[in-house]
């Protein structure tokens, strides 16, 4: 069995190391132009000639969560394309998704300047329930998102395509819940993959429907938000802050209007790192899995684009 390994921006050789230590019957090998036919290839943003080149892939490892990025390529028509499926994500986002939500929620941005000025100040408590927070996608991320923040007592809210039931989370679905999905929420997070259909969904019309005193935490992708209606309500004073961990252009441009905002924070596309040792050992599962004819999870909907 062939593996080829084609990914950009990543330090190749450990996953190389990895990969072969994991699947010791195949021959894995960093891909170069005119390498042979692989059976299977584990990749990070491949450039068009590797996916021209290599047409009789069986699958393709995503070595992230979205698939954006390789949709938007020519795909081997038969490949079956396959995304991390958690792999040590999904509690890192909870970490980061409840992070943020609870610095807003506890003031902890105002404690850190009052103690700055050395200032031993207090700030009224405030209540959860006027803090209802709506997570935007239940998928592997979304879900663990909802269910971490409901484990604080936060009031949450999910929306999806397809109908969920979530313990502890009032579940909306479809275009026709979006709306009252947004009504009930004041702190929404996020955690759509990026598609045809969910491209800008982050506009005026939607943020602009959220309660007042509005928080936006995007951890997706930086193509669902529209950057301008996001810096006009804050500046009409309907959005009392963001938390940004992804964007249009990464690294986020210098000359950005993010990155000096007052009521904006920025993190670098690191609220869920992809972890090497898990996501290998979850490939090469998958790989002697399909090789031995079984189904696999994880499996991108070519149609749907997620
Ligand atoms: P999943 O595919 O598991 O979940 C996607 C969720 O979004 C599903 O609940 C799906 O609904 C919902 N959804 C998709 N399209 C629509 C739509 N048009 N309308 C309503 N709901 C929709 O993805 P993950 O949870 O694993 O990951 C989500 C995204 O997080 C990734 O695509 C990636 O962009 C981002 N990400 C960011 C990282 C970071 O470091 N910032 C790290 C990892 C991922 P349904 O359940 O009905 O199918
Ligand atoms: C991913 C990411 O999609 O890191 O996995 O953004």
């Given amino acids: 069995m062939r593996i080829t390994v084609c990914c950009t921006d990543t330090k190749i050789q450990?996953?190389?190391?990895?990969?072969?230590?994991?699947?010791?019957?195949?021959?894995?090998?960093?891909?170069?132009?005119?390498?042979?036919?692989?059976?299977?290839?584990?990749?990070?943003?491949p450039p068009q000639q590797f996916l021209d080149e290599q047409q009789g892939l069986r699958a393709l490892f995503n070595?992230?969560?979205?698939?954006?990025?390789?949709?938007?390529?020519?795909?081997?028509?038969?490949?079956?394309?396959?995304?991390?499926?958690?792999?040590?994500?999904s509690v890192q986002m909870a970490e980061f998704a409840c992070h943020a939500v609870i610095r807003h929620f506890r003031e902890l941005d105002g404690y850190e300047r009052d103690v700055a000025q050395g200032k031993w100040t207090f700030r009224k408590p405030r209540s959860r329930a006027d803090f209802p927070v709506g997570v935007l996608g239940l998928g592997?991320?979304?879900?663990?998102?909802?269910?971490?923040?409901?484990?604080?007592?936060?009031?949450?809210?999910?929306?999806?395509?397809?109908?969920?039931?979530?313990?502890?989370?009032?579940?909306?679905?479809?275009?026709g819940q979006f709306d009252d999905f947004l009504a009930g929420t004041r702190v929404l997070v996020n955690l759509l993959p990026?598609?045809?259909?969910?491209e800008n969904i982050l506009d005026r019309r939607t943020l602009g429907r959220l309660r007042p005193g509005g928080y936006v935490i995007n951890v997706a992708r930086g193509a669902h938000l529209v950057d301008a209606d996001l810096i006009a309500l804050l500046d009409s004073g309907h959005l009392a802050g963001a938390a940004l961990d992804v964007f249009r252009t990464e690294p986020l441009p210098a000359e950005h209007p993010f990155?000096?905002?007052?009521?904006?924070?920025?993190t670098p596309h690191t609220s869920a790192r992809t972890l090497r040792d898990e996501s290998i050992a979850q490939i090469a599962g998958k790989i002697r899995a399909l090789e031995r004819g079984e189904p696999v999870a994880g499996v991108v909907d070519r149609k749907k684009g997620y």
């Fill in 140 to 175: 592997v991320l979304g879900r663990r998102v909802a269910q971490a923040l409901a484990a604080f007592e936060f009031p949450v809210r999910g929306w999806s395509r397809s109908a969920h039931a979530v313990a502890g989370v009032e579940c909306f679905a479809g275009s």
């Fill in 194 to 198: 990026l598609t045809p259909e969910t």
């Fill in 63 to 89: 070595i992230g969560a979205g698939v954006d990025a390789l949709m938007k390529l020519r795909l081997p028509p038969d490949a079956l394309v396959v995304r991390l499926d958690d792999a040590g994500m």
């Fill in 14 to 45: 450990r996953w190389l190391d990895g990969l072969r230590a994991a699947l010791p019957e195949a021959d894995v090998q960093e891909w170069r132009p005119g390498a042979a036919p692989a059976d299977h290839a584990v990749v990070w943003a």
């Fill in 259 to 266: 990155w000096r905002h007052p009521k904006i924070v920025v």
